[in-house]
């Protein structure tokens, strides 16, 4: 089974910017879509971007279109979610995910980084 491990969180201004990253170890992720989900204090998981294992099919909800930036690069095993202008209300506990090769089925979860965004 995959490992992930996320990092890049942090306290960060709003309007600031942050970089996640996603190592994946004990196999190759390049099959296989990934994707990034936040849990808010009190809240549920939710999806945040996704991506399918040729990096060609994207997908963000709709609260960080045209902020957030999603990417992998496979012959290092990582991924990516850039994240651009950063409100308060994008505080929350970062999760990177494995999905299956159609892009659902998200069965392998990392611990997850904090992001924290003041006003």
């Known amino acids: 089974q995959v490992q992930l491990e996320e990092s890049g969180g942090g306290l960060v201004q709003s309007g600031g910017s942050l970089s996640l990253s996603c190592a994946a170890s004990?196999?190759?992720?390049?099959?296989?879509?990934m994707g990034w989900f936040r849990q808010a204090p009190g809240k549920n998981r939710d999806i945040v971007a996704t991506?399918?294992?040729?990096?060609?099919?994207?997908y963000y909800e709709g609260p960080v279109k045209g902020r957030f930036t999603i990417s992998r690069d496979n012959a290092k095993n990582t991924v990516f979610l850039q994240m651009n202008d950063l409100k308060p209300e994008d505080t929350a506990v970062y999760y990177c995910?494995?999905?299956?090769?159609?892009?659902?089925?998200?069965?392998?979860w990392g611990r997850g980084t904090q992001v924290t965004v003041s006003s």
């Open positions: 995910a494995e999905g299956d090769v159609y892009g659902g089925s998200w069965g392998s």
């Open positions: 004990g196999r190759t992720i390049s099959d296989y879509y």
């Open positions: 991506i399918s294992g040729n990096g060609k099919k994207i």
